[in-house]
């Protein structure tokens, strides 16, 4: 690997200034070389399971704005769809799912999880071959807490209600979807690794709907698994946990799963985000709607940014994904300040 990758310096501990710097979603509809690749692809799953055109979209933002690192361009709810079950989606709705039974629980098929998966291991075999050899490449997965909420509810909800619901009326079957997905994640993000990945993200956009007992249940400890079983083979690959809205857990996800690196929402006071740093690495955390304002609103927050966390690890990010209506004027603005090629 490359020394002058400065994402993983930064996660092993280096203060790196000015940060290293990518976002999440950044291969996307805010592009219009990504809209016109994904009008030719047809269905976004078919997008995602086309090598050649998955490796093209996830390079497009690399080729544009010369990002520190590039994230697989894929989906978190490819993993239930390799156990066996359907998923579409739709404009203007999302992903859609037969919400799972307690009883299919036990029939989720394990046995051509990596069958199914091959082209997006395919995918990241390319991408290592194709990006520049200072782009660190990111893989990543849902948390099994998150994906279990598309799979019960069969979209996306406000509150994850359906979800929360079943995990309290079917306690056992729940901890059983948990325990798959936990497992098969783990190994999902192996294959990544073994095919390129320099690093692996958990994303857990749900985390903050949870109390207490089911965050530390359903977040922390699934999580804290992938964790484990992805470092008993690779020890020294970083692992970032993105636990969305997590708030005054933060800390004790972070010791308590054992993940590298830590991303924080936008919500995160910096200086909580300063104490976190004193733990490692941490990624973030522009509120995505400053960067569509653009101007003042923009300028402001990444300063602030900045400042903030300039001594220690710190990669530059978002404090969630990309915005399909943001200008790309305004991720040019960003990328340059956050360069030190504008004034602050």
């Known amino acids: 690997m490359s020394a002058d990758r400065k994402m993983m310096r930064v996660l092993k501990g280096e203060a790196v200034f000015p940060p290293p710097l990518w976002m999440m979603r950044q291969a996307g509809r805010y592009l219009p070389e990504y809209r016109n690749t994904r009008k030719q692809a047809g269905s976004f799953l078919d997008l995602c399971y086309n090598p050649d055109r998955a490796v093209e979209v996830t390079l497009q933002p690399i080729e544009r704005f010369g990002f520190d690192a590039s994230i697989l361009f894929s989906d978190i ?43 997006v291991y395919e ?34 909800t406000p509150d994850q209600a359906p979800a929360r619901l079943f995990a309290y009326r079917e306690p056992e079957a729940f901890r059983k979807l948990l325990a798959v997905l936990a497992d098969q994640s783990a190994a999902y993000l192996i294959r990544q690794i073994e095919a390129g990945a320099d690093t692996v993200q958990i994303f857990d956009s749900w985390s903050g709907v949870l109390d207490e007992a ?48 830590l991303g924080l929402d936008w919500s995160v006071p910096l200086s909580q985000a300063i104490e976190l740093q004193k733990d490692g690495a941490v990624q973030g955390n522009l509120d995505p709607l400053r960067l569509v304002a653009g101007g003042k609103a923009l300028s402001d927050g990444v300063s602030a940014i900045l400042n903030a966390m300039k001594d220690g690890p710190f990669i530059f990010n978002l404090g969630h994904g990309i915005v399909p209506e943001t200008p790309v004027a305004h991720v040019e603005a960003m990328v340059r300040q956050v360069r030190g090629e504008t004034d602050r």
């Open 214 to 261: 089911s965050f530390e249940a359903f977040c922390v400890e699934q999580v804290a698994r992938i964790v484990r079983k992805v470092h008993e083979v690779y020890p020294d690959v970083p692992v970032i946990g993105f636990p969305k809205g997590a708030g005054a857990n933060y800390s004790s996800y972070r010791h308590k799963t054992g993940v590298t690196g």
């Open 123 to 156: 995918t990241v075999r390319r991408l290592r071959r194709q990006l520049p050899d200072e782009t660190t490449l990111i893989g990543f997965c849902g948390a099994p807490w998150t994906v279990a909420t598309y799979m019960i509810a069969g979209h996306g």
């Open 77 to 119: 709810l490819v993993v239930p769809h390799a156990l066996g079950r359907d998923l579409r989606f739709e404009e203007g709705r999302g992903p859609l799912m037969t919400p799972i039974t307690a009883a299919e629980i036990e029939a989720l098929d394990t046995q051509t999880f990596h069958v199914n998966l091959e082209p």
